[in-house]
């Protein structure tokens, strides 16, 4: 393929040069997934491992090559209801109406139902550090008003009740799992729900300054938990930011008005949500249109896949995935532009990048007008509090220019 952009950057030490295409057309391309009443879909850092779960009665799918192809698990036929993966798409958890949570070690080939976890609700959410070791699940009844939150440090194994929680409606997490960030549903006798963050994994949690009158259906966070993005399908199509962790929010007006979903790149610029078409705090809920966002949030575009109910994204928010309730699977690959960031470390320099959704290659070159450049032949590091690569190399002696290239 042939490389058509280039940004530079120097520093004091080595010159930085970024190679990527130009953005590819907004095209959503229906996969092999069969049509079915998804309800919820999950993805890898890279997009390449999707999960995504059906309700009334529906089986667990999982794709390891983007939603090429996909492959239904040996998980029970539940009312599955949500989904969570861990950055590298190996560890997931998953809940359904009524029934224990379920988690899977080895990327959905074998799933163990939690003896010890909670029975969950219909209404029922759940979110993964980027490790998959902290697991949290939220649950809402809706005719009692009341729920809460249990969670996990140990991959699912074992769970406790976080005893203050919210009654939890939708959640989110940091990378780390430290930062929660809770929409809950109205409680009995109270007339709004409020939004609530916990900055210790649910040891203590703190009500914002925002409310709604009907339960938070959607919040997504950057992998540092400073950029949110929270949405409920009665707020007259308002959409919710905040980039400070939840002290202060900033109100957007956005085409619709019933949120459902929502779904954040890694540094929280890039979104993508599913505009409800009716949810029902009691039942199964119809999709929307999709739209996407590359200004965390501020405005939205409407994208070319039909309704759908769910949505994921890579940590670059260049691989999209939605589902349909009703409907089938799709996925959009827009081409990535990550920044090569550097910094010095004693005698080495360290380079880090997103994680991308399409392969990259680090190279290097002594001089940027020659045309050779040399591949650094060695696997970066992936660091989990912020979803990025990150490669050490020896500090030169001289002038060194580095690339990613595809």
Same mark, same amino acid.
């Given at each position: 393929?042939?490389?058509?952009?280039?940004?530079?950057?120097?520093?004091?030490?080595?010159?930085?040069?970024?190679?990527?295409?130009?953005?590819?057309?907004?095209? #959503?391309?229906? +996969? *092999? /997934? $069969?049509?079915?009443?998804?309800?919820? %879909?999950?993805?890898? @850092? !890279? =997009?390449?491992? &999707?999960?995504?779960?059906?309700?009334?009665?529906?089986?667990?799918?999982?794709?390891?090559?983007?939603?090429?192809? #996909?492959?239904? +698990? *040996? /998980? $029970?036929?539940?009312?599955?209801?949500? %989904?969570?993966?861990? @950055? !590298? =798409?190996?560890? &997931?958890?998953?809940?359904?109406?009524?029934?224990?949570?379920?988690?899977?070690?080895?990327?959905?080939?074998?799933?163990?139902?939690? +003896?010890?976890? $909670?029975?969950?609700?219909?209404?029922?959410?759940?979110?993964?550090?980027?490790?998959?070791?902290?697991?949290?699940?939220?649950?809402?009844?809706?005719?009692?008003?009341?729920?809460?939150?249990?969670?996990?440090?140990?991959?699912?194994?074992?769970?406790?009740?976080?005893?203050?929680?919210?009654?939890?409606?939708?959640?989110?997490?940091?990378?780390?799992?430290?930062?929660?960030?809770?929409?809950?549903?109205?409680?009995?006798?109270?007339?709004?729900?409020?939004?609530?963050?916990?900055?210790?994994?649910?040891?203590?949690?703190?009500?914002?300054?925002?409310?709604?009158?009907?339960?938070?259906?959607?919040?997504?966070?950057?992998?540092?938990?400073?950029?949110?993005?929270?949405?409920?399908?009665?707020?007259?199509?308002?959409?919710?930011?905040?980039?400070?962790?939840?002290?202060?929010?900033?109100?957007?007006?956005?085409?619709?008005?019933?949120?459902?979903?929502?779904?954040?790149?890694?540094?929280?610029?890039?979104?993508?949500?599913?505009?409800?078409?009716?949810?029902?705090?009691?039942?199964?809920?119809?999709?929307?249109?999709?739209?996407?966002?590359?200004?965390?949030?501020?405005?939205?575009?409407?994208?070319?896949?039909?309704?759908?109910?769910?949505?994921?994204?890579?940590?670059?928010?260049?691989?999209?995935?939605?589902?349909?309730?009703?409907?089938?699977?799709?996925?959009?690959?827009?081409?990535?532009?990550?920044?090569?960031?550097?910094?010095?470390?004693?005698?080495?320099?360290?380079?880090?990048?997103?994680?991308?959704?399409?392969?990259?290659?680090?190279?290097?070159?002594?001089?940027?007008?020659?045309?050779?450049?040399?591949?650094?032949?060695?696997?970066?590091?992936?660091?989990?509090?912020?979803?990025?690569?990150?490669?050490?190399?020896?500090?030169?002696?001289?002038?060194?220019?580095?690339?990613?290239?595809?």
């Amino acid at each position: 393929m042939k490389l058509k952009h280039k940004m530079f950057q120097s520093t004091g030490l080595a010159g930085l040069f970024i190679v990527s295409n130009s953005a590819l057309a907004q095209t #959503w391309t229906q +996969t *092999s /997934a $069969p049509i079915t009443n998804w309800h919820a %879909v999950a993805s890898s @850092a !890279d =997009g390449t491992k &999707l999960a995504a779960v059906a309700c009334c009665g529906g089986p667990i799918y999982t794709s390891t090559n983007g939603g090429v192809t #996909w492959t239904p +698990t *040996s /998980a $029970p036929i539940q009312n599955w209801f949500s %989904v969570a993966s861990s @950055a !590298d =798409g190996t560890k &997931l958890v998953a809940t359904a109406n009524t029934s224990p949570v379920y988690a899977s070690s080895d990327s959905g080939a074998t799933w163990t139902a939690a +003896t010890n976890g $909670p029975i969950t609700e219909y209404l029922s959410c759940v979110a993964s550090s980027a490790d998959g070791t902290k697991l949290v699940v939220g649950f809402y009844d809706s005719v009692h008003r009341n729920g809460g939150m249990s969670a996990s440090t140990d991959s699912g194994a074992a769970w406790a009740i976080l005893a203050n929680a919210p009654a939890t409606v939708s959640v989110a997490a940091s990378a780390d799992g430290t930062k929660l960030f809770v929409g809950a549903g109205p409680c009995f006798g109270c007339a709004s729900a409020s939004f609530e963050i916990s900055t210790n994994s649910g040891a203590n949690w703190l009500a914002t300054s925002v409310t709604s009158s009907f339960a938070w259906s959607a919040v997504a966070s950057s992998a540092d938990g400073n950029k949110l993005v929270a949405m409920n399908p009665n707020a007259n199509g308002l959409i919710y930011t905040s980039s400070d962790s939840g002290a202060t929010w900033t109100t957007n007006s956005s085409p619709g008005e019933s949120w459902i979903s929502v779904a954040s790149s890694a540094d929280g610029a890039r979104l993508v949500a599913a505009l409800g078409g009716g949810f029902n705090p009691g039942g199964p809920s119809v999709g929307g249109p999709v739209y996407s966002s590359i200004d965390s949030g501020a405005t939205w575009t409407s994208n070319d896949v039909p309704y759908a109910f769910s949505v994921a994204s890579s940590a670059d928010g260049s691989k999209l995935v939605a589902a349909a309730n009703g409907g089938g699977i799709y996925t959009a690959q827009f081409t990535p532009m990550p920044v090569l960031s550097i910094t010095p470390s004693g005698s080495n320099l360290v380079l880090y990048w997103t994680v991308p959704s399409i392969k990259f290659v680090l190279q290097e070159n002594p001089d940027v007008i020659k045309t050779h450049w040399t591949d650094l032949v060695r696997t970066p590091t992936l660091i989990l509090t912020n979803l990025q690569y990150q490669a050490t190399v020896p500090l030169p002696s001289g002038n060194r220019f580095y690339r990613l290239n595809h």
